[in-house]
């Protein structure tokens, strides 16, 4: 049974993926995207400022779907979490971060590319993996190649996806939802620049709604 959260995160098709370097601006910034139909967010723990900004957005806005990017330690999942995070997600596949998480209940949607690393992943749990670099590692012929010998693997591609290829990728029964720091740049908040975060998730958001998706099972 898929975990509800990646239910939501089908339904909106899109994750922003953010580095936020100033924690103040958290907040906006989850209201700029709740406002522009997108009550979804991704913080990376690559800033200083990332876990503050976490506990500021859940503060804020509870009901939003928050997730933690790039965790690479067991202490990084357990201080995302403790910040507020509903999912935890990882470039790779730090096994002990991953237990962790499954046993808490939290979702991890750790990176995989290569059969090897699916089936590391299926031995813990997992059946829902971020594919990244997605574009440098052959788009979604790629996804379309690996996904054969694995009937219940889904993916979250990252890495190069932008407006106008993002429908290749949602069109594909193996893909939850596309994720990426081309809806929200780190320069547009350090620059207050809110109005072209919306313009930007709006557009994206045009284009998921335009699709026929294949249902999720």
Known sequence: MLNPIYRTIYSLGLIPVVEIDDSSRAEVLARTLIE??????????RT????????SIRR???N?????GTILTLDQ????ASAGADFLVSPGLPQDAVEWALSEGIPFLPGAVTPHEILQGLRLGIEVFKFFPAETMGGIAAIKAVSDPFPSVRFIPTGGIQTDNLSSYLTHERV???????????QWIKNGRFDQITAQVKAAARVVQSLSRPALT
């Open 36 to 45: 522009a139909g997108l009550p979804l967010v991704e913080i990376t723990l």
């Open 48 to 55: 200083p400022a990332a876990l503050q900004a976490i506990q």
């Open 60 to 62: 804020a806005y509870p």
């Open 64 to 68: 939003i779907t928050l997730g933690a």
């Open 77 to 80: 999942a357990r201080q995302a």
């Open 176 to 186: 939850l939802a596309v994720g990426g720091s081309w809806l929200v740049k780190r």
